[in-house]
């Protein structure tokens, strides 16, 4: 079955920066985009970031561009996200997404199947 497992998450103060990871399982990792969503609390679920197969093209919500960047190792089936200057409005619990489609890197504007329990990012003084 598929499996999407999130980790690297924690608490860290603002200006400062975090590298999360999602190993996959269960299907062909290469054969998928692959993408990051975010839950603040009391939010609804938003598209951060999206890769495609072979990981050379990338997309961003408009208030991560220039701080966040999406990366993925086919051979290691595991996704990453290395976020810098982190501001507390990043505050929330990041999943990883199997895209299921895709419409386009602006915005990014995707759907997803199956995403990951979620690592907590917290950004605090």
């Known amino acids: 079955q598929v499996q999407l497992v999130e980790s690297g998450g924690g608490l860290v103060q603002p200006g400062g920066s975090l590298r999360l990871s999602c190993v996959a399982s269960g299907f062909k990792f290469s054969s998928y985009y692959m993408g990051w969503v975010r839950q603040a609390p009391g939010k609804g679920p938003e598209r951060v970031a999206v890769i495609n197969r072979e990981g050379g093209n990338t997309g961003y919500t408009n208030s991560v561009k220039g701080r966040f960047t999406i990366s993925r190792d086919n051979a290691k089936n595991t996704l990453y996200l290395q976020m810098n200057t982190l501001k507390p409005e990043d505050t929330a619990l990041y999943h990883c997404?199997?895209?299921?489609?895709?419409?386009?890197?602006?915005?990014?504007?995707?759907?997803?199947?199956?995403w990951g329990q979620g690592t907590q990012v917290t950004v605090s003084s």
């Open positions: 997404a199997r895209v299921i489609t895709f419409s386009g890197y602006d915005g990014p504007d995707y759907t997803y199947d199956y």
